[in-house]
């Protein structure tokens, strides 16, 4: 069984901060990588896709992969009230199929 | 666009009776996902859709599950009977499947209460 895993959370910060979310996964083929925000009592929406080692930034979102350490995690900068969600990262099964496998998510709380 | 469209957005049931999930899919994408969602459990692929064909059914909890894809534009996921563990959200996601783009646009759900 090919897992995705993250911390449960709550993870709280303070209005303004940078709040880190960090993912891990089993299977060494995975190819795509994404992050989903979900609020509550809504269904997820994709915030940032990342496909190769490294950074990339969108606004005050960086996504960071490490595929050798098979870890991805989502940096939020300027953390505001609204960012509080659920975020589940999600990772494509190997072998070409494209089907993501979604970790649990982490609770995130930026109180003001 | 209209995006993933869901029906009902809540249903409440007895154990026993069959519930009827339904779904219309973003035009122009050629695969559909039915996920459930629990607290326990988290987000869980129950089914997925390739060109209106089950590809991989394995996340199917049993054989009260069932699901169809009559066309492009179409997807029922039916449970019969229903049990109260069978409470949930039911997901419908859509995409364009190909390499490296493969992001799922979800519906807003339907929560299903079988009591």
């Known amino acids: 069984q090919k897992e995705v895993e993250q911390n449960s959370g709550p993870l709280s910060v303070p209005e303004g901060a940078i709040a880190s979310l960090n993912c891990t996964y089993s299977?060494?083929?995975?190819?795509?990588f994404f992050w989903y925000r979900q609020y509550s009592g809504k269904s997820p929406e994709l915030i940032m896709s990342?496909?190769?080692?490294g950074d990339k930034e969108d606004g005050r979102f960086t996504a960071q992969l490490n595929k050798a350490s098979q870890y991805v995690s989502l940096l939020i900068r300027d953390s505001q009230p609204s960012d509080s969600a659920t975020y589940l990262c999600?990772?494509?099964?190997?072998?070409?199929?494209?089907?993501?496998?979604f970790g649990r998510g982490t609770s995130l709380i930026v109180h003001p | 666009d209209a995006g993933v469209i869901q029906s009902p957005r809540h249903e409440v049931t007895e154990m026993g009776q069959e519930v009827t999930l339904r779904c219309k899919p973003i035009?122009?994408?050629?695969?559909l996902f039915w996920y459930r969602q629990t607290m326990m459990r988290g987000l869980e692929l129950l089914i997925y859709?390739?060109?209106?064909?089950?590809?991989?059914d394995s996340g199917m909890p049993e054989d009260r599950f069932s699901a169809k894809m009559p066309n492009a534009s179409f997807s029922t996921l039916k449970i019969q009977p229903s049990e109260p563990r069978d409470s949930a959200v039911y997901f419908c996601?859509?995409?364009?499947?190909?390499?490296?783009?493969?992001?799922?646009?979800f519906g807003p759900g339907t929560r299903l209460t079988v009591l």
């Open positions: 859709f390739n060109n209106n064909v089950p590809i991989d």
């Open positions: 299977d060494r083929g995975s190819q795509s």
């Open positions: 990342i496909y190769s080692n």
């Open positions: 999600a990772v494509t099964r190997s072998g070409g199929s494209y089907i993501p496998t």
């Open positions: 035009s122009g994408h050629n695969s």
């Open positions: 996601a859509s995409t364009f499947l190909a390499a490296d783009y493969n992001e799922q646009f």
